[in-house]
């Protein structure tokens, strides 16, 4: 049995994790639960924070999980390769693997996966449920075989940009081995259709092409699920398009990932859009992530490069402001967020779960979740988000689960305190205005009046 767990690191992802663990984040084509499933044949159980758990999880309390005699093999959510769990599942019984913590905390590791007997997982259940994978990994020291392993982790948000390139050349490998067949082996029959490197393009039999329109696959590999390209459009590898999702002409430059049942349309480079997300208008999308069900207006854009082309820095919650250590970055929008129309957002702007942004030209570079305006801001009432979310999923003929909206009531209810400043600086009374500028304001009156027109005569 493969379990999937959450460690220490979720809250350097919140607000995007707020809604969903790290292990249903998508990077690359697939997110790392489907990545398992797809290789394994298995869907993997899932150990996560206790709001998340009867959407995402096991249940609250998954104690079932360690009632089988067979090895359980854990996983850590932070992983983006896969491949090295079969490795693991040949090892000997009580082995441990351990991956380099990462540039942030030098020398240090974290517990990347677990070979073990029930009685053994037993004794650090707990500390894995409660995403506490530091002292879980204290205790298998004790008693178990370590192994050190090379394998890209996921860190901070910016990880998932910087690393869904080399992500979809990993995943495309998968793609191969499914028993899909490049174009160059099977061409398109859509006419008017120029393929680049057609032995890196890969394109379901229910996709549907409508010519005319370019594949460059020269930078790396194209995945085309069933999904739909209309004409005029672009697609650069690497670059992966999910089943049920439209290209509407657009431009979409390589390193982007464009999950299930999206609607895009503009330019957009880099990035990934989780998954039943529109974006259907022009406007620009760049080194960017954007969560499910989001929502972006026409000729909002995005600026992902600073004009000192220095550092752009990101706040996260509970870390205050972070050095991203990249020129180039986009936005960060978690889950259910409707922008509208006309806004830019700033590089490295964070914008939480369930916002509605609307009426300014610059967005808040943050923003806190559930958070309601444009010039002035006030919380967005939590029956009101969640009618909206009803209408929205039932566009896509989904509904919203009990399970779902019991979630979103909790987040709504914890993140209270992120944005009461927000909210209260919106709201607070202007200063009065000075005896100098009560006289100025009047003069001006005074002179407009002088050119309005007489009032005619009844």
Same mark, same amino acid.
């Given at each position: %049995? ?5 460690? +220490? ?5 919140? &607000? ?12 690359? !084509? ?60 040949? +090892? ?11 540039? #942030? ?81 099977? &061409? ?7 393929? #680049? ?66 609607? !895009? ?14 974006? #259907?208008? @022009?406007?620009?999308? *760049? ?9 972006? *207006? ?24 972070? @050095?991203?250590?990249? %020129? ?23 914008? *939480? ?7 300014? #030209? ?10 309601? *305006? ?18 929205? %999923? ?15 009531? +909790? ?26 500028? %009560? ?12 050119? +309005? ?6």
């Amino acid at each position: %049995m493969i379990i999937l767990f959450e460690d +220490e690191s979720f809250r350097s992802f919140l &607000p995007l994790a707020y809604s969903r663990p790290i292990f249903d984040v998508r990077c690359g !084509i697939w997110t790392l639960r489907e990545r398992i499933e797809l290789a394994y044949h298995v869907r993997p159980e899932a150990l996560c924070r206790s709001h998340l758990a009867t959407v995402f999880g096991a249940g609250r309390w998954p104690l079932g999980l360690l009632s089988s005699s067979a090895p359980l093999t854990f996983v850590n959510g932070r992983a983006l390769d896969a491949g090295w769990i079969a490795q693991l599942d040949r +090892e000997p019984l009580n082995t441990v693997y351990v991956a380099d913590a990462g540039p #942030h905390v030098l020398g240090a590791h974290v517990l990347l996966g677990a070979r073990l007997a029930p009685a053994v997982a037993s004794a650090v259940f707990a500390d894995l449920l409660a995403q506490r994978a530091e002292p879980a990994l204290a205790e298998l020291r004790r008693f178990c075989r370590v192994v050190e392993v090379e394998t890209p982790l996921l860190s901070f948000p910016w990880d998932l940009i910087t690393q869904n390139g080399a992500q979809i050349e990993r995943d495309a490998r998968t793609i191969e081995r499914l028993g899909w067949r490049s174009a160059a082996q099977q &061409p398109p029959s859509a006419p008017h259709v120029v393929l #680049h490197n057609p032995e890196q393009i890969y394109i379901h039999p229910q996709a549907q092409l409508d010519g005319p329109l370019v594949l460059d696959a020269r930078g790396g590999p194209i995945v085309i699920d069933a999904a739909h390209i209309e004409p005029f459009s672009f697609i650069q590898g690497p670059c992966a398009v999910g089943p049920g999702a439209l290209i509407s002409s657009a431009r979409i430059r390589g390193e982007t990932t464009i999950g299930p049942v999206c609607r !895009i349309g503009g330019e957009v480079e880099a990035s990934i859009v989780q998954g039943y997300t529109n974006k #259907h208008h @022009d406007g620009f999308l *760049g080194h960017s992530y954007l969560g499910e069900w989001v929502n972006i *207006g026409a000729m909002t854009t995005t600026s992902d490069l600073k004009n000192t082309y220095g550092n752009i820095k990101i706040v996260i919650e509970g870390m205050g402001q972070v @050095d991203s250590g990249q %020129m180039k970055l986009g936005c960060f929008l978690a889950d259910h967020v409707k922008l509208g129309i006309g806004l830019h957002l700033n590089g490295g702007s964070m914008i *939480g779960t369930g916002s509605n942004i609307f009426g300014a #030209h610059f967005a808040p570079k943050t923003v806190p979740s559930f958070t309601w *305006g444009g010039e002035r801001f006030r919380e967005y009432q939590i029956d009101r988000m969640i009618a909206v979310t009803r209408k929205v %999923m039932s566009r896509r003929k989904i509904a919203l689960t009990d399970e779902q909206e019991a979630m979103l009531r +909790e987040v709504f209810a914890f993140t209270r305190g992120s944005r009461a400043q927000l909210i209260d600086q919106a709201e607070a009374a202007p200063p009065p205005m000075s005896a100098d500028s %009560m006289a100025l304001a009047n003069a001006e009156a005074e002179a407009l009046l002088a050119f +309005e027109p007489a009032a005619p005569d009844k």
